[in-house]
């Protein structure tokens, strides 16, 4: 293609606000405009009206079908498709879309998660369009369909969805921050946005590989596999030069992300063998989370054109790195002023400072869900191990402003660490710009400039649930710094006060040092931060008091909706680990045991044979192997037996906690019992036997 590619295709499939701005009336226009600054009801004229001219725009694009798009709670999308066709249709086609069909869908809320807010037999939800996430293009094997980007809500009104909570949350923290800026002076601001950039890591292996590892396709991870001769040890992947077909899907998949409107901007070789990384630039919370998750469907799509599967699993392969999604997260205003940017003087900002210390009492105070925020069972795989962020929750701030924070504390403002040059000692580079602080990657929520970068969320998951917990974190605490200083007679003094007071008293989350040291789990505990080590023991703290009346006091989720969450969580644990045990048991029973027998059925007849035709030959190195075969053989039959045992009494145990509880720690545990002796008979089984696919096979062989 030419030179000029993203201009010629970006957007091109994005019924964005240039389309609507030449596509509507200019009336309809500016009602419409007016309507979404103002966050005011859609006039029922104003809809129809739209909805007319995205169907034809649809229509000229080959689309004949339209869906609503949500994503419920089972982390993937969701789309029922209808045509354009109208039930007044007889002889000839007459295509339709009102106003209504734009506004509301409604499918079945019954078949979906919902933690018990909806029982078989009641089967209303409803679809209702943000029309604040542009609508957009599909195509595939059914066609070209036009896909409504749309929240997701019971008959009784409660969120069944991810989105709804994010955008509750990005109303609470937009009203709460307004409030603070008008202390500042700041009339003009009337509306302040979360801007979101989710960095999206991924494995990319042989498709016909792929297709022969059951684990792979029923569980996403390799639940067998031995480490292959070479893993990541000579650090020779990370930023290397990418192989021809890996940079033909890249190549492929922005194409395809630019005709959605994606900003896909960086790539490159991520840190394991076989592991990539996407970025793209900020977005709107609301819309890079409908962005990421139409990433990781478009990876999936492309991978298969160039026959490879994409794998999003946390750790799809063990001793090698596994894979997150950085959350870039930030808070502009409508007039451009990013909140979290301190300015070339940052211990004069003091709106600056006011809206850290905000973050940091938030992070300090919730670092239990906001833990949790980051969970799923793949994510346990990952968090604190050399390659993730510890379990613990910590704020990295860097040099300058760690320096500022304890100038806060000890009462004398007056400086900040200015960033110098960097001489590389070669003449004919040029002098850099060197930062005033170095940068952390082993802190799991870290400054870097002018955001925070958090590091903890795993790589299969929607960006929503991290997103509208820190909005609505940082917004409950800014409600009460400005009840507090609306109240003051003398706003600088008391605003200088709130600041010390607050990072005084949650200086203790602030730590800047190596996240994967022992003496940093210990340090922490001395601290008093919370080490919540798994999933199962994070789910309880979404129904605590202090997050319940959070989340309240914030309208972003109700007692019952948290409640269902909580459910939701446990069961998703249960259900996946069963899913895995399920899936191991299989591939031992009728894949890796059969195998081994055979091989170990040969090294017999190879003993006897050699026996038989030479009595005195030595034979030892064959009955050593063959009798530690046979005794690891044993052993995972054994392991098996009781696998099976254990993940049939699974069913018996109460849903819930105490479920989830013991497939954590009875049935993950025979899980790993079975691995062992299948893990190390690869290390010595004649490759010619092996049923599957190595990690060499999968991870160097693309």
């Known amino acids: 293609m030419e030179t000029n590619v993203i201009e010629q295709v970006f957007g091109k499939d994005v019924f964005n606000d240039e389309v609507m701005q030449a596509k509507l009336p200019k009336d309809v226009y500016k009602s419409w405009k007016k309507t979404l600054e103002n966050g005011d009801d859609l006039d029922s004229d104003i809809a129809n009206v739209v909805a007319h001219a995205m169907k034809e725009w649809a229509l000229d694009h080959g689309a004949t079908h339209y ?4 994503q419920p709670m089972t982390g993937v999308t969701a789309e029922k498709h209808d045509s354009f066709l109208s039930p007044a249709t007889k002889s000839k086609p007459v295509l339709e879309f009102s106003g209504k069909e734009l506004i509301k869908g409604e499918p079945d809320a019954s078949s979906f998660p919902s933690g018990g807010l909806r029982a078989t037999f009641e089967a209303r939800g409803y679809t209702a369009w943000d029309c604040t996430s542009p609508a957009f293009l599909q195509e595939d094997a059914a066609g070209v369909t036009l896909c409504i980007p749309t929240a997701f809500c019971s008959y009784t009104g409660e969120a069944l969805d991810k989105k709804t909570p994010l955008l509750r949350s990005m109303e609470a923290i937009s009203k709460q921050a307004v409030r603070i800026m008008k202390l500042f002076g700041y009339d003009d601001v009337k509306k302040i946005s979360c801007s979101v950039g989710p960095e999206q890591e991924y494995f990319l292996v042989d498709r016909d590989k792929y297709l022969q590892r059951r684990d792979l396709i029923f569980s996403g991870r390799t639940l067998f596999g031995a480490p292959a001769p070479k893993g990541q040890e000579l650090d020779d992947h990370y930023f290397g030069a990418i192989k021809e077909r890996v940079a033909a899907f890249m190549k492929n998949l922005n194409e395809e992300l630019w005709k959605l409107g994606i900003l896909s901007k960086t790539q490159h070789n991520e840190v394991a063998p076989a592991q990539h990384e996407m970025a793209p630039i900020f977005s709107t919370a609301n819309i890079a989370t409908d962005h990421n998750q139409l990433v990781m469907e478009v990876m999936k799509k492309v991978a298969k054109r160039h026959n490879l599967e994409c794998l999003l699993h946390e750790k799809p392969f063990a001793g090698v790195n596994g894979s ?5 997260w930030s808070i502009v205003t409508d007039t451009g002023i990013n909140l979290l940017d301190p300015g070339k003087k940052p211990h004069e900002n003091t709106k600056f400072l006011l809206f850290l210390s905000a973050v940091i009492k938030a992070v300090d105070e919730h670092a239990e869900v906001l833990r949790l925020s980051a969970s799923n069972p793949g994510n346990d795989h990952r968090l ?4 993730a962020p510890p379990a613990i929750i910590s704020i990295f701030l860097g040099e300058q402003l760690e320096d500022i924070i304890e100038q806060i504390v000890k009462g004398d403002v007056s400086s900040s660490i200015q960033g110098s040059k960097l001489d590389t000692g070669v003449h004919v580079l040029p002098v850099l710009k060197k930062d005033a602080t170095d940068r952390n990657r082993t802190s799991p929520f870290a400054f870097t400039g002018n955001k925070f970068e958090f590091r903890m969320l795993g790589s299969s998951m929607s960006i929503s649930g991290v997103n509208f917990t820190l909005n609505t974190m940082v917004a409950d605490v800014l409600q009460d710094f400005a009840d507090e200083l609306e109240k003051a007679s003398d706003f600088d003094s ?10 005084t008293e949650h200086q203790r989350v602030i730590f800047n040092g190596d996240g994967y040291s022992d003496d940093w789990v210990a ?5 008093g931060l919370p080490n919540v080590k798994s999933f199962v023991e994070a789910i309880p703290y979404l129904v605590s008091d202090k997050t319940i009346s959070m989340f309240e006091r914030q309208s972003v989720l109700t007692k019952v909706e948290l409640e269902s969450r909580a459910e939701i969580n446990f069961e998703i644990y249960s259900k996946t680990i069963n899913i895995e045990a399920k899936t191991m048991i299989d591939m031992a029973g009728k894949q890796y045991i059969p195998s081994i027998i055979r091989y170990v059925t040969s090294l017999a007849d190879s ?24 005794s690891l053989l044993a052993q995972a039959q054994k392991a098996l037996t009781d696998l099976e045992a254990i993940t049939a009494k699974a069913a018996d145990v109460p849903e819930g906690q105490e479920r989830a509880l013991f497939f954590r720690n009875s049935v993950f545990t025979a899980m790993n019992e079975l691995r062992e002796p299948i893990d190390e008979l690869e290390m010595l089984v004649d490759q010619k036997f092996w049923p599957v696919p190595t990690y060499a096979d999968l991870l160097f062989e693309v």
Do not use: M, Y
Not at 324 to 328: A, F, Q, T, V
Not at 384 to 387: F, H, R, S
Not at 494 to 503: P, Q
């Open 67 to 70: 869906t609503h798009w949500f």
């Open 324 to 328: 997150g999604k950085h959350n870039n």
């Open 384 to 387: 604190g191990a050399n390659e």
């Open 494 to 503: 008391a605003v200088n006060d709130l600041i010390k007071r607050t990072v």
């Open 523 to 527: 340090e922490a505990k001395r601290r």
């Open 607 to 630: 003993i006897n044979s050699i026996a038989a035709a030479c009595p005195s030959a030595d034979v030892s190195v064959q009955t050593e192997l063959l009798t530690k075969c046979s």
